[in-house]
């Protein structure tokens, strides 16, 4: 669950709250628990690949399948241009070519799944093991590179409530791998037991070293200096009198991103194509290369799309437009689990929860993020009406 996220949500957050970030970090953690437990239930009735794009059309109906669908492409289509953006950022220091390095990365990474090459099981554990060494690494670092007295301008409410529910929309983006447990049902022993337990585990651990990485780039760089930052955890480090140490960092958040971008490149992939076979999106996207059997059409789609954000939008856009197209998709997933009758595993009044939740960190995420959300969501909606219409009267 601790994923290349951390290494790029603590920049948007400092500027949303300050040290308010860390009540945003524990409530973001909060709304994670609810939208797996939800994912997790449905997961149960329905073991099929398409998550709540399926359970939305199963439970409630074909819009509402549509509106989760669509919110998980838009959503993870921003998180892979965060993606693309981080790795760039702690690729190179700064300067001009970052952004085109970043689309450049975007395409080789589509070109190399378009082959057939995905994230396989042995990769993500060497990401996973390389992002907690450097984080380790960096937690140890920056709690040795404290400057004195830093803490004594951190207030947990200088930004009030608006703030810190914004750091948590945006610190959301950070927790990613709880739908991956949620849906593991058939692979493990007592599901209904373990995967709640596996869930709260997996949550806890990533909340603490959530914590110690915030501590400790709080206390190297100051709210007000890790609010400007590009690449945090590099500038807290180096704060230290530990440039030499900075590669480590750099090469870590750069590796982790990749991973992160090559696994995104192939769940919108699946995801557009399940759309488009169903009506849902247009229906080239549902094209499958006849040699490498992977949806190209929507490959090649979405690496134009995500050169274009990297190109034009900036690091904190994207963060807060992923988060509103997925705690949209989730708030779809905790409606679903409670309209669900047969195979309840959670309570109701957590899935009410986790659907206040979401729609309470959407119109708190930065205005812009909402704007171009509501819009991006409107041409869909807009989309598949006149392509409902067009199928009808053929």
């Known amino acids: 669950m601790v994923g290349a996220g951390v290494f790029a949500v603590w920049a948007p957050a400092a500027a949303a709250a300050g040290g308010g970030l860390f009540i ?29 794009y399926v359970y939305g059309r199963e439970v409630l109906g074909d819009w509402w399948g549509f509106l989760a669908g669509w919110g998980f492409v838009i959503g993870k289509t921003a998180s ?11 690729l190179v220091p700064s300067g001009w070519w970052q952004r085109p390095l970043a689309a450049l990365a975007m395409l080789v990474l589509v070109a190399v799944n378009y082959h057939g090459v995905t994230r396989t099981a042995a990769l993500t554990r060497l990401i996973v093991s390389v992002v907690l060494v450097v984080l380790v690494w ?40 709880y739908a991956r447990i949620a849906t593991m049902g058939e692979e493990v022993v007592d599901p209904r037991r373990t995967i709640p337990r596996a869930i709260l585990v997996a949550l806890a651990l990533a909340v603490v070293v959530y914590v110690l990485v915030g501590v400790g780039v709080i ?5 007000g200096a890790l609010a400007s930052s590009t690449a945090p955890l590099v500038d807290a480090v180096g704060a230290g009198d530990g440039s030499w140490q900075t590669w480590l960092v750099r090469v870590g958040g750069a590796v982790a991103s990749l991973g992160a971008l090559l696994a995104l490149v192939a769940g919108i992939g699946r995801t557009s194509l399940a759309m488009a076979r169903n009506g849902d999106l247009p229906r080239p996207l549902a094209s499958v ?15 134009v799309v995500v050169s274009v954000l990297v190109l034009l939008a900036d690091l904190r856009g994207v963060i807060g437009f992923s988060s509103f197209g997925v705690l949209l998709y989730y708030f779809v997933a905790n409606l679903a689990a409670f309209r ?48 409902r219409r067009s199928a009808a009267r053929s």
């Not at 939800?38 to 398409?50: K, N």
Request: glycine share 10%.
């Open 24 to 52: 945003g970090l524990a409530l973001a953690a909060l709304v994670a628990y609810c939208n797996a437990t939800s994912s997790a239930q449905l997961a149960a009735a329905y073991p099929t690949s398409g998550g709540t």
């Open 80 to 90: 892979a241009a965060a993606m693309a953006l981080t790795f760039a950022a702690y």
């Open 138 to 177: 960096a937690v140890v670092t920056t709690w040795l590179a404290w400057t004195p007295g830093v803490w004594d301008g951190v207030v947990l409410f200088e930004a009030g409530p608006y703030g810190v529910l914004q750091s948590a929309g945006l610190l959301f983006f950070a927790f990613a791998g």
């Open 219 to 223: 206390g190297a760089l100051g709210t």
């Open 289 to 303: 290369h006849p040699r490498y059997q992977v949806p190209h059409v929507a490959e090649i789609t979405l690496a």
């Open 340 to 387: 669900q009758d047969d195979g309840r595993t959670f309570p109701r009044w957590l899935q009410a929860l986790g659907m206040a939740l979401c729609l309470l960190l959407v119109v708190t995420l930065p205005c812009q993020s909402v704007a171009v959300g509501v819009a991006v969501y409107a041409v869909g909606v807009v989309g598949r009406l006149v392509a």
